[in-house]
């Protein structure tokens, strides 16, 4: 008796779930995957365009990215919606390392899906980064790397500053100019901003002289070595008039320091990296003197954006920097130059957004008007000389070179 009441119950059971599956859907999913929490919501993506960041926030050229970062955030502060969306920054730290760049960028294309890069300071890690930049037809503008392999062979990278050539013949004309008849190199080995720059340099002192021995000693270090007393006394020993030495700014105040101890007292002379409180603040006294090439200078505003940027970003920056970094000028720029492509491609597609980069003309930047060559890079043939002065940086001149 108990299994046949077992087996009525089984059957009521079964024929109660058949009943309930059968009855009319009234609102819920039928047929469909249940839905969970984690998913997105539908139109959320739609809501925003993202441009992603690739910046070095730590290793030797984290306090340049940091700078550099600072100019971006600006720009979207004041130019934060484009084709009626807000824009989203999505920011990533490469490192200052190659190999970390490349990790870096594939993320904010496969994963974080933006629409466009900015980056990076520092011409190793873009240049590390381009063929993935190339291959997944991503626009990328960088702001200060000014290494010419940045946008060689890659239509879709762009950039806002000058180049390394042009950098170069500026500080060698420089040191012309001030009475140099003899000059030494030191270079980062491994360095692709470091290597060109002082090539540069090399390549256009011994022009400007006319001397093909005017170069007296070229010497290169390893990335983190920290004591240049022998390269610095072999130096001292052929009594160059200056000393040239493009570096990172976590060396250069090494560099210098170690130099003045020496008793060598001739000029030297750096590129853009050396614009950072880092130098004055590690090299202290040993920093009076010192001459270095950047991109913009607040006290000389050159377009009416610059103005502007000038006003409100020395506000940004009340208590935390003395004066506006060029580096940031530059990241101010290169935000904005994305977002008046974007907007006059009317899309987000990769293509449209290099094809209205390319057809930019006469823009109004903070560092200049802009417009691009063939190769993606911004036409612009004047620079700015600094020194340092009382712990400061302090304007010297600007200076055009063809």
Known sequence: MKKVLSLLLSLLMVLTLFTACSQPNNGGPSNQEPQTGGEEEPGTEEDVIKIGVFEPLTGMNGGGGQQELGGIQYANKMYPEVLGKKIELVVVDNKSDKGEAT??????????KVVAIIGSYGSAVSIAAGDIIKNAQIPAMGASCTNPMVT????????????????????????????????AVIMQNGDDYSVGLANFFIDAFKQLTGDPNSIVDVSEFQLN??????????IKAKNPDVIFAPSAATTAPLIIKQARDLGIDALIMGG??????????????????????????????????????????????????????????????????????????????????RDALKATKDFEGVTGIINFTEEGDADKNLAVIKTIKDGQFVFVDSVEVQ
């Open 272 to 353: 853009d990296t050396w614009e950072n409180p880092a130098l004055i603040d590690v090299a202290g006294e040993a920093a009076e003197g010192v001459v270095l090439s950047t991109f913009f200078d607040e006290n000389d505003p050159v377009t009416n954006e610059a103005k502007k940027f000038v006003e409100g970003y020395k506000k940004e920056l009340a208590g935390k920097e003395p004066i506006i970094p060029a580096v940031a000028a530059l990241g101010y720029d290169a935000y904005i130059l994305l977002r008046d492509a974007i907007e006059r491609a009317g899309s987000t597609d990769g293509v449209a957004i």
């Open 225 to 234: 070595e920290s004591d240049f007393n022998a390269i610095l006394t072999n």
């Open 103 to 112: 990790t870096a960028v594939t993320r904010l294309i496969e994963k974080d």
């Open 152 to 183: 060689q062979g890659n239509p879709f990278y762009f950039r806002a500053c000058f180049l390394d050539p042009f950098q170069g013949k500026v500080m060698a004309t420089y040191a012309v100019e001030q009475g140099a008849k003899t000059a």
